[in-house]
């Protein structure tokens, strides 16, 4: 029941911004904490950010000082900011995030989006 649904990603310039969105829908109770991962064409997924709720932020170190992750609670959606766009950036970008649902408010269980194409291109 519960779905993370990405959006926001395409083709882009180098030096480019997007924002990519991450609304999260269904039988939630509470979202702790989201995060953004990425996956080039024959690579291993990274981590690129996670936000925690009460907004403390880690990055890693490729996309420190370009790329900005926030949430707004209220709309259950997590956002990665992303400027400065390098070509090195190009990959499916996914959405992760612990919550806990309805149904088992006492514990937290973790779920992922379907992902977003991110192509960084002259």
């Known amino acids: 029941q519960v779905q993370l649904v990405e959006s926001g990603g395409g083709l882009i310039q180098p030096g480019g911004s997007l924002r990519l969105s991450c609304a999260a829908s269904?039988?939630?109770?509470?979202?702790?904490?989201m995060g953004w991962y990425r996956q080039a064409l024959g690579k291993q997924r990274e981590l690129v950010a996670t936000?925690?709720?009460?907004?403390?932020?880690t990055y890693t170190d490729s996309v420190k000082g370009r790329f900005t992750i926030s949430r707004d609670d209220a709309k259950n959606t997590v956002y990665l900011q992303m400027n400065s766009l390098k070509p090195e950036d190009s990959a499916v970008y996914y959405c992760?995030?612990?919550?806990?649902?309805?149904?088992?408010?006492?514990?937290?269980?973790?779920?992922w989006g379907q992902g977003t194409q991110v192509t960084v291109s002259s």
């Open positions: 269904g039988n939630i109770f509470s979202i702790n904490t």
């Open positions: 992760n995030a612990d919550l806990r649902t309805v149904q088992y408010r006492w514990r937290t269980s973790n779920y």
């Open positions: 936000i925690t709720p009460g907004c403390t932020t």
